[in-house]
């Protein structure tokens, strides 16, 4: 995640979502039965967007409104976003556990609901996560996004939560 | 400033003399549960941090209810991987299909969750144990991983919303028509990020299962947590479930809330909410009539023993409606073996429901109860997202343990005034022989 974070603004298609997407339609729980990324990706948005999966490319974007990834605490849901090859989620706003667990793997997400609620199904939105800029290519528009606190930064920079707990491990 | 309750509790555990909403601070966690669905994934990502041991053995509580009893081979492997990292690390509070539970109901039943501790678990209804004053919330695997291998957890402090409750609930109103009636008038994002604090003096009469329910759906307006006030009947629970010492943490009287929302408790109905948010809330009277294929009595919602009193209580003497389904599970072991005391199986099975053991089974649409496409059910549970149950072009509502009994007689959705005793009410939660059941 550290790269993505540090390399050039993330460019991608958009698909479109409303508001309070849960988990159960991001990944729905008779997929739950196993936990490997690719498995996941394969059912992605099913209950919501059945051809989610065929369509998504990689590099592409999820845009939606209020409250994404509401509901269950699955990681699972942000593991097969993740593993779709979608770069980065932009929401008016996030469900809590969602939220971290996306800091937490390492999908990028961003919170800007002037962009959210401006961005149609295919524009192309250009990211700076790190200035928390989005630039929407095909209306010719830019907005401010709310850009991370120092500590979910140093988790991020990390490559992940994990990656954050074993550093501090080895050095004790 | 002053700081709200669940402010409080993480201040101590982070070992600061205060914070404030959206401080990000590392506190020391109490207990961190995982269950069959999130326990796989974080055994993966502890494995990863190099940690040899987790940081106490009887601090970590690892449950497997939601497929389990194995629905099938997947799900057989995962918790065969949750048991044996269980064996091999030593963990004490792992518990075997047998002596288990729905999570939610077991951790408070077992005395792993006292007043002022501050527990996180990988599912999103860990914010259950709010009710008797811990701060507790749902995080993801990755997170329980990291609070196995450290025994910490990330936290943004919160700021909150105070739920000050006047009067008492009357009729067949219960815990659960008040979340569902407050979700109602908050919104599923209603309480965003932050904490639901629930205080006044209608908090004295409602009983710890109510509590239970009542904070178990914070999470279904978007909070992070849900808390009640430690009282008399918290006291006399906690002395009950564990000889454990606890700390009781009270909000300041200046601590600072987002918002004040007042409810009068006498004007609560029974509340009903429709297909495909817990927040499309609609009084009974406005839902009475909808057609039903199945009636669901359980979970980490409504599996209790005072819920299923309730459900036996409308059940006895009468029978299912021809052509519907009504499937009734009970939280735990325990609570299973107490409804066969009180002869409460005896009503259900009856009446022509099915009685099961204790799993999250179809809450979730995860076995024993899926629904077909077009069908429709309503639920003691806690959500009834598109597809939560079974096909995604099903539908479930929502609603309490009275209303689900007077329902499953009816055939459709029903005011349990209309088919039991109509100032019968709360009453019928208490125990039958005079056992059990804190009120
Ligand atoms: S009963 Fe339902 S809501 Fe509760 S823990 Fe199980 S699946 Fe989750």
Redesign the interface.
């Known amino acids: 995640m550290s790269e993505t974070r540090k390399a050039a603004p993330i460019r991608g298609k958009a698909h479109k979502y409303g508001d309070?997407v849960?988990t159960?339609?991001i990944i729905?729980?008779?997929y739950?039965?196993?936990?490997e990324p690719a498995a996941l990706a394969a059912h992605c948005m099913?209950?919501?967007d059945p051809a989610f999966a065929r369509k998504v490319g990689k590099g592409d974007l999820i845009v939606a409104g209020?409250?994404f990834g509401?509901?269950?605490?699955?990681?699972?849901a942000?593991?097969a976003i993740k593993a779709s090859g979608v770069a980065c989620v932009v929401a008016e706003?996030f469900?809590?556990?969602f939220y971290?667990?996306a800091i937490?793997?390492g999908l990028a997400i961003l919170e800007c609901p002037e962009a959210a609620r401006e961005a149609q199904a295919g524009d192309e939105l250009e990211l700076d996560l790190a200035a928390g800029k989005v630039r929407n290519l095909t209306k010719g528009s830019e907005h401010g996004a709310k850009p991370f606190?120092p500590?979910?930064r140093s988790?991020m920079e990390a490559g992940?939560?994990?990656e954050?707990?074993?550093e501090?491990?080895?050095r004790k | 400033m002053g700081m709200t309750m669940s402010q409080k509790i993480i201040a101590a555990r982070a070992g600061l003399p205060a914070v404030e909403a959206g401080d990000l601070v590392e506190a020391g966690v109490d207990m961190a549960l995982g269950n069959d669905i999130t326990a796989p994934v974080a055994i993966r990502e502890f494995r990863r941090t190099g940690a040899g041991a987790v940081f106490d053995r009887s601090r970590v509580a690892l449950v497997p209810d939601h497929f389990a009893p194995n629905k099938d081979i997947k799900s057989a492997q995962q918790c065969k991987a949750m048991r044996e990292f269980a064996l091999e690390m030593g963990i004490e509070h792992y518990f075997e299909v047998g002596e288990a539970g729905i999570e939610h109901a077991l951790l408070p039943e077992r005395g792993l969750v006292l007043p002022g501790e501050l527990v996180i678990g990988a599912d999103s209804h860990t914010c259950t144990y709010g009710a008797v004053g811990a701060f507790s919330t749902g995080v993801g695997s990755t997170d329980l991983a990291a609070a196995m291998a450290s025994g910490s957890v990330w936290l943004k402090v919160p700021a909150a919303i105070r739920f000050r409750l006047a009067g008492e609930l009357g009729g067949w109103a219960s815990g659960k028509d008040l979340i569902l009636h407050i979700i109602g008038m908050i919104g599923v994002d209603g309480a965003l990020y932050r904490s639901m604090e629930f205080c006044g003096p209608g908090v004295a009469g409602l009983s710890m299962d109510e509590r239970f329910t009542i904070a178990n759906m914070a999470i279904e307006a978007g909070a992070k947590n849900g808390i009640f006030p430690v009282d008399r009947a918290t006291r006399s629970w906690a002395a009950s479930v564990s000889g454990r010492r606890y700390a009781e943490y009270e909000a300041d009287a200046d601590a600072e809330y987002e918002a004040t929302v007042d409810v009068d408790l006498a004007a609560v109905p029974p509340t009903v909410a429709f297909p495909h948010l817990p927040s499309n809330a609609r009084p009974i009277g406005e839902a009475e009539g909808v057609a039903l294929d199945q009636v669901v009595i359980g979970s980490c919602t409504n599996g209790r023993i005072e819920d299923l009193r309730v459900a036996a209580s409308i059940l006895r003497g009468r029978r299912v409606a021809k052509g519907l389904r009504c499937l009734v599970f009970p939280g735990t072991q325990k609570i299973y073996l107490q409804a066969l005391r009180e002869g409460l199986v005896e009503d259900i099975v009856g009446a022509g429901a099915v009685f099961s053991a204790p799993t999250c089974g179809p809450c979730l649409g995860g076995h024993m109860g899926i629904l077909a496409e077009g069908e429709r059910a309503l639920s003691t549970t806690n959500r009834n997202f598109v597809g939560r149950m079974g096909h995604s072009g099903s539908e479930v509502y929502l609603a309490s343990p009275a209303v689900a009994a007077a329902s499953a007689i009816a055939g459709a959705i029903c005011d349990p005034a209309k088919i039991a005793d109509p100032a019968g009410g709360r009453a019928a939660a208490r125990p039958r022989d005079g056992r059990g059941g804190e009120r």
């Open positions: 309070n849960d159960d339609v729905p729980a008779r739950l039965n196993e936990s099913e209950d919501l209020r409250n509401c509901g269950s605490s699955r990681e699972h942000p593991l706003s469900a809590r556990i971290r667990n937490n793997i606190p500590f979910m988790i992940g939560l994990i954050y707990h074993r501090r491990l080895a």
